[in-house]
């Protein structure tokens, strides 16, 4: 049976029609206040922007979905979790400095900003899912302890992932550090020592210090690497990747199981911003130019469904020249691709559905 995903545009010429405004009216057309029962704890998981990055979600969309959960009954928090790679966010105390200097507070959201998994990433619970790499994920502390969430999404492509949608933004968002490394467990970076410019961005970016420079290239111990790819991401001269072909799926896969275990025991509702829909993650400390034009903003009870639904409207745009999309332009070809050609992004969506996360097949109601 397919899954409701219900769709606003973006063309306003009145106060009625304000993208604020629809995102109340997607949240009471999704009902998604028939989620969230009386006193319920209720988490607003969404991703603040690295440091430098301005494509991040609006704290303002925040704030309609808070007053939307307090009017249900609902007792509203927001949150995300510490990031594996060290940045802004890798510590909840510069994550909340970030956070705040994005927006994020209690003046503008009408709700705490809580830290999912603690100080140093390791306030965390197993949840237990029987599926094919993991019995057992493990899911940051106060997700698990939420009785219902709102899952707020900034749709986007991915340099690992393909796309980050709602289904990334449940696996490896409301996952901890280990967590999240069990996620990476299998893509080892291959350097390419012919195009290597010894430039030494990728050991001052590794998360594990596992990068050296030795002999005028980059080397890269496997012990101590755990896959996050961000060297490969800040490669100046794309002389780092992966093996795609055989470690990617299995990454995908594993993401995907944590999104389901993010969502066991609880009531959830997922909103996907089509809005400036960018090359790279807000995990970057920068904000490329959008590879199509804004689209609008959707909602569904249904991860695999709203993410279905994303891919094949963004993949309905007309790709914008000057970007960093140089391939699969034209409205039906794969956008992300065209950005990201080695990555399997779909597989969130057919692996999703293979485990029960949600369902591909979806009716799109427009308001």
Known sequence: MASTVYFARLKAGSADESAVTRVRKLFDEAQFGTLIEADAL????????????DSHLRPEFVRQVVERVKASGGKPFVTDANTLYSGSRHNAVDHLATALEHGFDYAVLGAP????DGLVGD???DVRIDKKHFDTV????????????????????HGLAGFGGAIKN????CAPIAGKMDQHKGMSPIVNEEGCSACGVCVEICPRSAITIEEGVSRINRDLCVGCGECMMACATSSIGFDWKNDLPQFMEMLTEYA???TVGKRVGYLNFLLQITPDCDCVPWSDAPIVPDVGILASTDPVAIDAASLDLVNQQQGLPGTRLVNNLQPGQDKFKGVWGQTQGSIQITYGEEIGLG???YELVEL
Do not use: C, P, W
């Not at 209720?42 to 990055?53: F, P, Y």
């Not at 899952?151 to 492509?157: G, L, N, Y």
């Open 138 to 157: 493990k899911i940051a502390g106060d997700v698990v302890s939420a009785q219902s969430m709102i899952v707020m999404t900034h749709f986007k492509a």
């Open 42 to 53: 209720t988490a607003i998981k969404l991703h603040v922007g690295e440091r430098g990055n």
């Open 260 to 262: 389901f275990g993010a």
């Open 170 to 173: 449940l696996g490896m968002g």
């Open 123 to 125: 306030h965390y619970g």
């Open 113 to 116: 900003f809580i830290i999912s």
């Open 359 to 361: 369902t591909s097949s």
